[in-house]
């Protein structure tokens, strides 16, 4: 199976626990998302979200999954992609 090596920057939403932990009605304009960026191999995608993995093995299993939305995804970048593994190569 072929599998993509790709990078996306999306905005992560936040939840803030800030000291004081209040903040004043004109300050919450101010408060945004925080960009993220990830490489990963792409093991799935359908028309609401990618999930990229940080290890795919051999077996057929994937570790460190993240699902990210596409709505809020701002750049996505296919770097490499590799067919099967060989040994302790990728192909």
């Known amino acids: 199976m072929n599998r993509e090596?790709?990078?996306?920057?999306?905005?992560d939403a936040q939840s803030l626990d800030i000291e004081p932990s209040l903040?004043?009605?004109?300050?919450?304009?101010?408060l945004n998302g925080i960009t993220c960026s990830i490489v990963g191999?792409?093991?799935d995608e359908n028309v609401e979200r990618y999930v990229l993995a940080k290890?795919?093995?051999e077996?057929?299993?994937?570790?460190?999954l993240h699902i990210i939305p596409k709505k809020s995804v701002i750049s996505f970048r296919k770097l490499n992609s590799y067919s099967n593994f060989k040994g302790d190569k990728l192909n």
């Open 5 to 11: 090596i790709i990078e996306l920057t999306w905005m």
């Open 23 to 30: 903040v004043r009605k004109e300050d919450v304009a101010k």
């Open 41 to 43: 191999y792409l093991v």
């Open 55 to 57: 290890e795919v093995w």
């Open 59 to 64: 077996n057929g299993y994937y570790k460190y």
